[in-house]
């Protein structure tokens, strides 16, 4: 099936980690007594909510756009995004000196619009509800100017950039003496998922990745159980913004239906808890797709008890609306 993709693996993810070490924040794991007693396990949050740009996404970006040869950069570089790579992309392009163009849906959260455009990126808008496809706006803008394109997740740069995370992991439970055995990923193009499996498994084999999705988009999930790549019914419905893809990345699908253990669908209502639940315990500020991994912890779908287990706390911008009905 993926014998035209360049299917990236842990050496990439190493040769990412050297490059963007000093770029990227080593984002502390966090222990919380309150967590351990309620799922039995020795729980650790990966918080990429303090990542810069407030998620994961800006080390793909940087890794990627690093990657173009210099004399290709000066027509800059395109992405589509909802907002977390949108900004990724637009700071990691800011820090290297190149023009950046994002293709945002209208009823994309206005914090993260107006955060991309701060870093000096254009943002062009498209309605989602009418059926208009971001990838053809942005590949014609690309086309048009002579620009890279940066793509969300379905990319062999992106996909290591983002394994530097679960590099991090493993590394920084080894200082402590421990090994992972449950991984938690949120997942939705399964960028995220398929760089974290590739690190973690080639260090810790028995490991077990597990994804989250929300109810009514698991494409991911159904594609592990029927061997290809599903669609999901509906562009969009839930809280959490940032997992709503319509399908895996044929990439990442490659690597994620052999290193991936299981997924599991959370609730919006079980999401807001865990949003909650990081405010008044953690003191964590963290947006719905970065929270839905803590959600299955704390509703126990994924069990926990006797293990140590790592939940990627993947984002945390948040529209303050949202988090401020969901906190209160």
């Given at each position: 099936?993926a014998e035209?993709?360049h299917?990236?693996?842990?050496?990439?993810v190493d040769?990412?980690?050297?490059?963007l070490?000093?770029?990227?924040?080593?984002?502390?794991l966090v222990?919380?007594?309150?967590?351990?007693?309620?799922?039995?396990?020795?729980?650790?949050?990966?918080?990429?909510?303090l990542?810069?740009t407030?998620s994961?996404?800006?080390?793909?970006?940087?890794?990627?756009?690093?990657?173009?040869?210099?004399d290709?950069?000066?027509?800059?570089?395109?992405?589509?995004s909802?907002?977390?790579?949108?900004q990724?992309?637009?700071?990691?392009?800011?820090m290297?000196?190149?023009?950046?163009?994002?293709?945002?849906?209208?009823?994309?959260?206005?914090?993260?619009?107006?955060?991309?455009?701060?870093?000096g990126?254009?943002?062009?808008?498209?309605?989602?509800?009418?059926?208009?496809?971001?990838?053809?706006i942005?590949?014609?803008?690309?086309?048009?100017r002579?620009?890279v394109?940066?793509?969300?997740?379905?990319?062999?740069?992106i996909?290591a950039?983002?394994?530097?995370?679960?590099?991090?992991?493993?590394?920084d439970?080894?200082?402590?003496g421990?090994?992972?055995?449950?991984?938690v990923?949120?997942?939705?193009?399964g960028?995220?998922?398929?760089?974290?499996?590739l690190?973690?498994?080639?260090?810790?084999p028995?490991?077990?990745?597990?994804?989250?999705?929300?109810?009514g988009?698991?494409?991911?999930?159904?594609?592990?159980?029927?061997?290809?790549?599903?669609?999901?019914?509906?562009?969009?419905?839930?809280?959490c913004?940032?997992?709503?893809?319509?399908?895996?990345?044929e990439?990442?699908?490659?690597?994620?239906r052999?290193?991936?253990?299981?997924?599991?669908t959370?609730?919006?209502?079980?999401?807001?808890?865990a949003?909650?639940?990081?405010?008044?315990?953690?003191?964590?500020?963290?947006?719905?797709?970065?929270?839905?991994?803590?959600?299955?912890l704390?509703?126990?779908?994924?069990?926990?008890?006797?293990k140590?287990?790592?939940?990627?706390?993947?984002?945390?911008n948040?529209?303050?609306?949202?988090?401020?009905?969901?906190?209160?």
């Open positions: 099936m035209h993709l299917i990236p693996t842990a050496a990439d040769a990412a980690a050297k490059k070490e000093g770029v990227v924040l080593r984002t502390p222990r919380s007594p309150v967590l351990d007693e309620m799922t039995g396990g020795r729980v650790f949050l990966k918080t990429e909510t990542q810069h407030g994961f996404k800006f080390r793909g970006a940087y890794n990627k756009i690093s990657s173009i040869p210099e290709k950069r000066a027509a800059g570089v395109v992405a589509f909802s907002g977390n790579h949108a990724g992309v637009a700071a990691a392009a800011k290297l000196g190149m023009r950046a163009t994002i293709v945002m849906p209208m009823d994309a959260p206005k914090p993260k619009r107006d955060r991309t455009a701060a870093f990126a254009e943002v062009v808008l498209y309605d989602r509800a009418k059926g208009e496809d971001r990838e053809v942005a590949r014609a803008i690309a086309e048009e002579g620009a394109m940066v793509p969300p997740y379905d990319d062999p740069f996909i950039g983002q394994g530097t995370a679960g590099r991090e992991i493993v590394e439970l080894a200082a402590m421990l090994k992972p055995d449950i991984i990923v949120p997942n939705s193009g960028g995220l998922t398929a760089g974290i499996s690190a973690v498994k080639a260090r810790v028995d490991a077990k990745i597990y994804t989250v999705e929300p109810q988009f698991d494409d991911f999930v159904r594609s592990l159980h029927s061997g290809k790549r599903e669609q999901n019914p509906s562009p969009s419905g839930t809280i913004d940032g997992l709503m893809t319509g399908t895996p990345g990439i990442t699908f490659a690597v994620n052999k290193l991936v253990t299981e997924g599991y959370l609730t919006d209502e079980e999401v807001g808890k949003i909650a639940f990081a405010f008044r315990e953690l003191k964590l500020v963290v947006e719905p797709s970065g929270a839905i991994s803590l959600a299955a704390l509703t126990k779908k994924i069990d926990v008890r006797g140590i287990a790592v939940a990627m706390l993947s984002g945390g948040i529209d303050p609306a949202l988090f401020n009905k969901l906190v209160a």
